[in-house]
């Protein structure tokens, strides 16, 4: 296990609505990352938190947002579902210095009918 | 053109056999490439680092070949429980962060 954890596992909402999904970090690790992945292709990047600031966005409407906290748990918000964001979001823990190696939670099924 | 391209597959293998894969980028100011290894349903589990010497770990060899743009993953002896999609991740140092751009992946299927 990489002692990254997320919630909550599956979550169903309908289009319009607003979701929140949570990600701890493993311990010592201070980057978060948060991806897309929808069936059949590989994860697409949402955004990235250090330090509580937001340090790269891929190519999402602002929709998607985010929040880290002190303990470098994070939050992503997503507001005006849509069909589309029917998808698996993982989240991804790195160290302060050195290596990339980015550590997957178990991630959050979301189905949005 | 993807930023980073995999094979989809399927390889169906018999065990014991052995399985290669490539993965090829775009962007020539990558710096940092991944093997990662993803079960039905699962999250992605880090297999390995790419090193520019290559490098081994038990019976994975990965490869960077950096003129020709491309990564590649050999296992050997194939197990039954080697059967995933194996997802190459790039970073690259232009993006300013330390973002992973994935491939969608190449489904093995290691058979009986």
Redesign the interface.
């Known amino acids: 296990e990489t002692g990254v954890t997320q919630s909550p596992t599956h979550l169903i909402k309908t289009r319009g609505q607003q979701v929140t999904l949570r990600c701890s970090s493993q311990s010592g690790h201070n980057t978060v990352s948060w991806y897309q992945q929808a069936l059949g292709q590989g994860p697409q990047f949402i955004f990235q938190y250090y330090r509580e600031e937001e340090n790269g966005r891929g190519n999402f409407p602002p929709r998607f947002s985010g929040l880290q906290f002190p303990n470098y748990s994070s939050e992503l918000n997503v507001n005006a579902l849509e069909l589309d964001d029917s998808a698996l979001y993982l989240c991804a823990s790195s160290p302060s210095t050195g290596s990339n190696e980015q550590f997957f939670g178990p991630g959050t099924r979301l189905t949005v009918l | 053109r993807k930023e ?1 391209e995999q094979d989809p597959g399927p390889f169906n293998v018999p065990e014991g056999a052995t399985v290669a894969f490539n993965c090829t980028y775009s962007n020539s100011a990558s ?2 490439f ?1 093997w990662y290894r993803q079960d039905c ?6 297999l390995m ?1 790419v090193y520019s010497s290559g490098n081994e770990d038990g019976r994975f060899t990965a490869q960077l070949n950096r003129a020709s743009q491309y990564i590649s993953l050999l296992i050997r002896d194939s197990k039954l429980s080697d059967s995933a999609t194996y ?1 190459c ?1 790039v ?1 690259s140092l232009d ?11 190449t489904r093995l299927q290691v058979q009986p």
């Open positions: 980073v710096q940092s991944f349903r699962k999250e992605p589990k880090l680092s997802l991740a970073n993006t300013g962060r330390r973002a992973l751009t994935f491939g969608s992946g």
